[in-house]
């Protein structure tokens, strides 16, 4: 399977994305496929963030994301924890002396302490409107993490000029990262944005492709 990088989206790329979910039938379907694609490929967040967001996360006011350190996941059947919460407690639990039980109690949370994290969305209205359907129709995003992959599928089923593996939801936040990288934001706002616990990860994302090395010959010539 390719490596994260390797499925960052070009510009060009993420834009027939985003016309893909046009293409989908179902409209409800197509709206949440577009809010998944615009939350994960321009505000970077992970995909058991997406998976966990909840309005009372959105900052209206200051037009940031404030994710917390802690959130009660009721996203699996009758309210209990989803999968993708389950999964990453039973490898906890291989690798400590901490019950199910015991880790229970603190899911869901950020993948690191560097993870509760504001991250602004003021600078694209088009994350704004994708932001207020999710608020106003679902009060955040509905569903499992499995529906997040199934929604991305569909649309990239529905985009024929990219192959069906061009990316994934960790893609999209990598897609995120090489976006704003290119447009200048440093290796410290870069860290903060992203939830980063160290630079060498911000690092990775500062020439992708060459756009910091073509903007800084621009700048000269």
């Keep these: 399977m390719p490596a994260t990088r390797e499925r960052s989206l070009t510009e060009r790329d993420f834009e027939r ?8 039938d179902d409209d409800e379907k197509a709206l949440e496929a577009r809010a998944l694609v615009l939350v994960g490929g321009r505000l970077g967040l992970r995909p058991g963030e997406f998976t966990h967001l909840s309005s009372s996360w959105i900052d209206w006011q200051r037009q940031m994301i404030r994710i917390p350190s802690h959130h009660q996941c009721t996203k699996g059947r009758d309210g209990s924890l989803c999968g993708y919460c389950r999964q990453v407690i039973e490898q906890q639990v291989q690798s400590s002396d901490r019950s199910f039980a015991e880790l229970e109690r603190e899911y ?3 993948k690191t302490t560097a993870g509760a994290r504001a991250v602004p969305f003021h600078f694209s209205p088009r994350v704004h409107v994708a932001l207020e359907f999710l608020d106003e129709r679902h009060d955040g995003w509905p569903y499992s993490f499995s529906t997040v992959q199934r929604r991305l599928n569909t649309t990239l089923d529905h985009a024929p000029r990219l192959p069906a593996d061009a990316t994934s939801p ?6 995120a990262a090489s976006y704003h990288a290119s447009r200048g934001l440093d290796m ?12 060498e990860t911000a690092q990775q994302y500062l020439n992708v492709d060459g756009a910091m090395t ?3 010959l621009s700048s000269i010539h």
């Design 188 to 199: 410290p706002a870069l860290r903060a944005m992203f939830g980063w616990k160290d630079l």
């Design 170 to 175: 960790h893609g999209l936040r990598a897609t």
């Design 108 to 110: 869901w949370q950020p």
């Design 17 to 24: 994305l985003i016309r893909a979910t046009y293409r989908i």
């Design 214 to 216: 073509r903007r800084a």
